[in-house]
């Protein structure tokens, strides 16, 4: 076995650095090798932004978004529109929403899709907090933002169903073939998906 190269430190941070997605421990020593060349300009406010977001971040009690007050940036705009609820996975999901800029509504966060073979069931979710939501009465829309993946079309319908009592419309996103996507690329169920909600032309 090789002799480590560097301190404790230094291997921690690699180590650390290497458990965020898409960083593999390669990738993780160049990183941690920039941020010691750039310290003052770049290790530091780093290490200053992630002292104060473990701090201060807190988890959005009305939509599970996540944010330094609670309720989120989001669910204390009055401009928002409080009859459409976008329903997405995770919060990645939300900031890709957010960052079209489209829709001005508020979201619900999940915390997931259901999944039976990883042990991911209803109460697992936020879906208990999602019906109570709209017992409030000012939603008339439920938009199901959900991944195209059989989880979470099993997830879409599962809460379709569950929506149906309360009266409300529940709208899906529309799957297909994406702008600019070239017909041999794509996989069969996105192709079978695109011909059953083909439009006029």
């Given at each position: 076995m090789a002799d480590r190269v560097a301190g404790p430190e230094?291997?921690?941070l690699v180590q650390l650095l290497a458990r965020l997605p898409g960083l593999g421990p390669r990738?993780?020593?160049r990183a941690t090798l920039h941020l010691i060349r750039k310290r003052e300009e770049l290790l530091a406010p780093l290490a200053d932004?992630?002292?104060?977001?473990?701090?201060?971040?807190?988890i959005c009690s009305t939509?599970?978004?996540i944010d330094?007050?609670?309720?989120?940036?989001?669910?204390?705009?009055p401009r928002r529109d409080a009859s459409i609820l976008v329903v997405v996975e995770t919060v990645a999901d939300l900031w890709a929403l957010e960052r079209a800029g489209l829709l001005n509504a508020r979201y619900h966060v999940l915390g997931g899709?259901?999944?039976p073979l990883d042990g991911v069931g209803p109460d697992d979710l936020t879906?208990?907090?999602?019906?109570?939501r709209l017992r409030?009465?000012?939603v008339g829309e439920v938009v199901l933002a959900v991944n195209a993946t059989v989880d979470g079309q099993t997830t879409a319908h599962y809460i379709a169903d569950l929506l149906q009592p309360h009266g409300v419309k529940v709208t899906r996103l529309a799957h297909g073939v994406p702008v600019g996507g070239e017909l041999d690329y794509l996989d069969e169920g996105t192709l079978a998906a695109a011909l059953e909600r083909r439009s006029s032309f």
């Open positions: 230094i291997e921690r990738s993780a020593r932004a992630m002292l104060a977001a473990r701090e201060r971040i807190l939509c599970g978004n330094t007050s609670d309720p989120c940036t989001i669910c204390r705009d899709v259901l999944s879906i208990a907090a999602l019906i109570e409030a009465g000012a």
